[in-house]
């Protein structure tokens, strides 16, 4: 169950913080000068709740409207942490605030301003190795992000150099109006029958840049092995790929345009009021807004004014109800090193639970073999938090997609979302293997 205490004594204990907590941001925010930089100074805080009244008021704190703190993970069970961006001026209360309720932490990140600019320093150093090389098959840097028309320029390339295995098809757009670009990989079938598919996408949330990597990289593995590893060729031959690199495609662009704007997690589309963006993660037809999603556009996690208002979701889960041979749903994130099938809005073991968890367990032990980094493989209300109105539950639920899961890749918080360039590659090693092993189950099993 969620452990959160109803009691009175736990709800005025926490009528009595909020109120402290107001105050001293108020007085904070009249005394601070507003010549900062952006982020400068601001800091994230690894919280330790070790009761349920301390997780249940932080999670009180996810949901204070006009209070827009940041988790990077949210609070979700007694001693599980919690990873939150704390604007530098409302620093002070949230450390008071910590202190009365006897919750340890320490400081991960303590100037984010310093760690996005030196996280986006090195990536730009790491390309200056191949800097002036066209964005081509042959000439692609898989070792540094991308840019958004890099990469377009690469999976073009990957269709136009591998016509015989690829295709390239923009079946959705974004709110300003771009293409998000699917390429398909796998055999044209010969018989007339549909093949089963796998569908693999990244980036919905667009500071995720990790995710979007790591797709490229096994683009490039399935093409470059094709017809020579007899894995990579049976699972070509006999399945359909689709990979969507970057989802969410207009908040990815935002991402690369200043360091004030690498953490931004939502789409670009405009709101009632003064703010901008739903979580894309939170707007699917299923659960809608019941838990772990707000109704403040301001939130970092808004799940939007309806089911499917935004195109980007309405596109691609379109796609997917269009092609039922779909059987696989990959969703890859970052960070916290994860596998997780359904459900978030229920602690019920979904029917399909133990099908569900025996490929994640497969796919994960496949990862590890590569560099012995471990992944958490479990339920997402179990092992993540309460979540409602997200890719993965819709697509098992509304899709039938009976292999629906989030994939959380490196790391587990040291550098979270600003992971360096020199992990991209590790990360990626490790996760090729466990598509191998998805396409691999799906071949071998029922779904
Ligand atoms: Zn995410």
């Keep these: 169950m969620l452990e959160i205490s109803r009691t009175s004594k736990t709800m005025a204990l926490l009528r009595v913080a909020f109120l402290a907590l107001f105050l001293n941001i108020l007085v904070a925010r009249t005394t601070q000068h507003s010549t900062s930089r952006a982020l400068e100074g601001d800091q994230v805080l690894r919280l330790?709740?070790?009761?349920?009244?301390?997780?249940a008021m932080l999670n009180s704190l996810v949901y204070m409207p006009g209070f827009q703190l940041d988790f990077w993970k949210p609070p979700s069970h007694v001693n599980q942490s919690v990873d939150v961006h704390v604007p530098r001026e409302d620093v002070p209360a949230v450390l008071d605030l910590l202190q009365r309720h006897?919750?340890?932490?320490?400081?991960?990140?303590?100037?984010?301003?310093?760690?996005?600019?030196?996280?986006?320093?090195?990536?730009?150093?790491?390309?200056?190795?191949?800097?002036?090389?066209?964005?081509?098959?042959?000439?692609?840097?898989f070792s540094v992000y991308h840019e958004w028309n890099e990469i377009d320029d690469f999976i073009t390339d990957v269709q136009q150099t591998y016509p015989q295995i690829a295709?390239?098809?923009?079946?959705?757009?974004?709110?300003?109006?771009?293409?998000?670009?699917?390429?398909?990989?796998?055999?044209?079938?010969?018989?007339?029958?549909?093949?089963?598919?796998?569908?693999?996408?990244?980036?919905?949330h667009c500071r995720e840049w990790i995710s979007t990597a790591t797709v490229l990289y096994a683009i490039d593995q399935f093409t470059r092995q094709y017809g020579t590893d007899p894995t990579v060729t049976r699972l070509l031959d006999e399945l359909d790929w689709y990979f969507t690199p970057v989802f969410n495609?207009?908040?990815?662009?935002y991402t690369w345009e200043a360091p004030e704007n690498r953490l931004?997690?939502?789409?670009?589309?405009?709101?009632?009021?003064?703010?901008?963006?739903?979580?894309?993660?939170?707007?699917?037809?299923?659960?809608?807004?019941?838990t772990g999603a707000s109704p403040d556009p301001c939130s970092i996690i808004y799940h939007g004014m309806a089911p499917f208002s935004e195109p980007e979701t309405r596109g691609i889960s379109d796609f997917v109800l269009n092609h039922p041979e779909i059987k696989v749903y990959l969703a890859m994130h970052s960070y916290s090193q994860l596998w997780i099938s359904p459900w978030g809005y229920d602690y019920a073991r979904p029917p399909h639970y133990h099908l569900q968890n025996a490929m994640a367990l497969a796919a994960e032990s496949?990862?590890?073999?590569?560099?012995?980094?471990?992944?958490?493989?479990?339920?997402?209300?179990?092992i993540l938090y309460a979540v409602s109105g997200g890719a993965r539950d819709w697509a098992y639920d509304k899709?039938?997609?009976?292999?629906?899961?989030?994939?959380?890749?490196?790391?587990t918080g040291r550098y979270g979302f600003l992971l360096p360039p020199d992990q991209i590659i590790p990360t990626a090693e490790e996760t090729f293997p466990a598509y191998l092993t998805v396409g691999q189950w799906i071949l071998d099993h029922p779904y």
Aim: glycine share 8%; aromatic share 8%.
């Design 102 to 141: 006897s919750i340890t932490y320490h400081t991960m990140i303590g100037n984010v301003r310093q760690a996005v600019e030196k996280h986006m320093e090195d990536n730009h150093k790491a390309r200056a190795r191949t800097a002036g090389r066209p964005a081509r098959v042959n000439d692609f840097d």
């Design 366 to 382: 496949a990862s590890r073999a590569v560099h012995g980094v471990q992944y958490r493989v479990g339920r997402s209300i179990e």
């Design 167 to 204: 295709t390239l098809s923009s079946e959705a757009a974004t709110f300003e109006g771009r293409a998000i670009k699917t390429l398909k990989l796998g055999k044209p079938s010969t018989s007339g029958e549909t093949k089963p598919a796998i569908w693999i996408d990244a980036a919905i």
């Design 249 to 253: 495609v207009d908040g990815y662009i």
């Design 48 to 55: 330790h709740p070790g009761t349920p009244e301390a997780v």
């Design 264 to 290: 931004w997690r939502k789409n670009r589309s405009t709101q009632p009021g003064p703010c901008v963006g739903v979580d894309l993660n939170r707007n699917w037809d299923d659960h809608f807004a019941e």
């Design 399 to 411: 899709a039938g997609v009976t292999y629906s899961y989030t994939v959380e890749l490196r790391d």
